[in-house]
């Protein structure tokens, strides 16, 4: 069965840092590019970063370009979002998701997902 699980949100103040993970279990991560996806409040799905299987980043969201690393280790099935600098509009649940495919980048919006980790920024 693919797991995913997130871990690490929490309530922090703005500027504060976060270290995000995301256990996989149930497939060979390797295979795989993975996405951080978040959803705001009343709002959509928002891919924030991508991570081919190499751990090469091909993609961060414009508004988190500077202050989010993402990150990969393929031997411990873990995939990270180090978080820095944050803001109160980076609130938010954050999923983490693998790609439809395995060995194609894309799709994560028919991918497998977790349950999400809140991050809540406020003074």
């Known amino acids: 069965e693919v797991q995913l699980v997130e871990s690490g949100g929490d309530l922090v103040q703005p500027g504060g840092s976060l270290r995000l993970s995301c256990a996989a279990s149930g497939f060979t991560l390797s295979a795989y590019s993975m996405y951080w996806v978040r959803q705001a409040p009343g709002k959509g799905l928002e891919c924030v970063s991508n991570?081919?299987?190499?751990?090469?980043?091909?993609y961060y969201a414009e508004p988190v370009k500077g202050r989010f690393t993402c990150s990969r280790d393929n031997a411990k099935n873990t995939v990270y979002l180090q978080m820095n600098s944050l803001k109160p509009e980076d609130t938010a649940v954050y999923f983490c998701?693998?790609?439809?495919?395995?060995?194609?980048?894309?799709?994560?919006?028919?991918?497998?997902r977790g349950q999400g980790t809140q991050v809540t920024v406020s003074s």
């Open positions: 998701v693998r790609a439809e495919n395995p060995y194609i980048d894309g799709g994560w919006e028919r991918g497998a």
């Open positions: 991570i081919n299987r190499f751990g090469g980043i091909t």
